[in-house]
């Protein structure tokens, strides 16, 4: 199974991190409740297609009012504990 880190962050708010498969980051997504008519699934879709060496960025309105940004890194293996 692929894992990825992902990051969240908006104006004016602490981060938001976690870790897990693409299906865990939509579900996570949609409990955010985040601005924005793109469902989680299109915004994990887009990427993953972005994806470029393990990392892609999205970003919603940006510059606008509603501004957020997605990081998502691919993790190649997991460190043990």
């Known amino acids: 199974m692929t894992v990825y880190l992902w990051a969240l962050y908006?104006?004016?708010i602490e981060p938001k991190k976690g870790f897990g498969d693409?299906?865990?980051?939509i579900r996570w997504l949609e409990?955010?409740?985040?601005p924005g008519d793109a469902p989680s699934d299109w915004v994990v879709m887009l990427l993953k297609?972005?994806?470029?060496d393990g990392r892609s960025v999205y970003v919603h309105d940006k510059?606008?009012?509603d501004e957020w940004?997605?990081?998502?890194?691919?993790?190649d293996a997991l460190p043990r504990c």
């Open 22 to 25: 693409l299906g865990y980051l």
């Open 49 to 52: 297609i972005a994806e470029n």
């Open 69 to 75: 940004t997605l990081t998502l890194n691919r993790v």
């Open 10 to 12: 908006r104006p004016r």
């Open 31 to 34: 409990k955010q409740r985040l």
């Open 63 to 65: 510059g606008g009012p």
